[in-house]
């Protein structure tokens, strides 16, 4: 059964350098998501990706986050300077259709020292 | 304003019950409904939706229940099984041309055997 992936498993950074996360949806779906879940807290939406551009942030995706599909395949998530408050699960999600199901890959877990 | 509560932070249940796991929405707009299971160290995974236009749908050993009058969700899990131990989140969503899914808090599910 097809799978959302993503790399890395887990990414320990210094406050202030940037990460990219990775995610590579399923091959037929055209719309991507970036979600987080801090320790013990529910999931969070973050961005919403569709033709190459964003559809909708939250308030939480601000200047320090960026999305891009840079070759056709890979989705990736950029936190240009990160805080120690960006240390959460991040949860790539993709879709076949903007109004169904959502299927999400296992995380990346961020940690900001 | 968006939210999604749940009424019970854990339930346990005999192996062999049947589970109830019950959510509030607030927003009246929202027309998709989807259930979630999370195991620990894992992505959330799809179990059952339900659209607005409809007020019970069932899967596998799983049924979902809209009460629209009351904006209230519930999944019921049959003969519950030892895996079906986990975080079950009901997440919405608030439609308004997005396809964000906003998310609540969780209930932890413990089945004894």
């Known amino acids: 059964e097809p799978e959302v992936t993503q790399t890395p498993s887990h990414q320990v950074t210094q406050m202030g350098q940037e990460v990219i996360l990775r995610c590579v949806p399923i091959s037929n779906h055209l719309y991507f998501y970036w979600y987080r879940q801090i320790l013990g807290q529910k999931v969070e939406f973050l961005v919403s990706?569709?033709?190459?551009?964003?559809?909708?942030k939250s308030e939480i995706f601000d200047d320090q986050f960026s999305v891009e599909r840079p070759d056709g395949s890979n989705f990736t998530l950029k936190i240009r300077s990160t805080k120690l408050e960006d240390s959460a699960m991040y949860f790539c999600?993709?879709?076949?259709?903007?109004?169904?199901?959502?299927?999400f890959g296992p995380g990346t877990r961020l940690t900001v020292l | 304003g968006e939210s999604v509560g749940l009424h019970l932070p854990t339930l346990s249940v005999q192996e062999g019950d049947n589970s109830i796991i019950n959510c509030a929405y607030s927003?009246?707009?929202?027309?998709?409904f989807i259930w979630y299971k999370q195991e620990s160290g894992k992505g959330p995974q799809f179990i059952i939706d339900i659209r607005s236009n409809m007020d019970k749908r069932q899967g596998q050993r799983v049924t979902v229940l809209l009460n629209k009058t009351v904006k209230h969700l519930s999944l019921q899990i049959a003969a519950t099984q030892p895996g079906d131990s986990a975080v079950y989140f009901c997440?919405?969503?608030?439609?308004?041309?997005?396809?964000?899914?906003?998310f609540g808090a969780g209930t932890i599910l413990r089945v004894k055997s």
């Open positions: 999600a993709t879709g076949a259709r903007w109004d169904n199901e959502q299927f």
């Open positions: 927003n009246s707009a929202s027309d998709y």
């Open positions: 990706f569709y033709n190459n551009e964003i559809s909708e």
């Open positions: 997440a919405e969503n608030p439609s308004l041309g997005g396809n964000k899914l906003v």
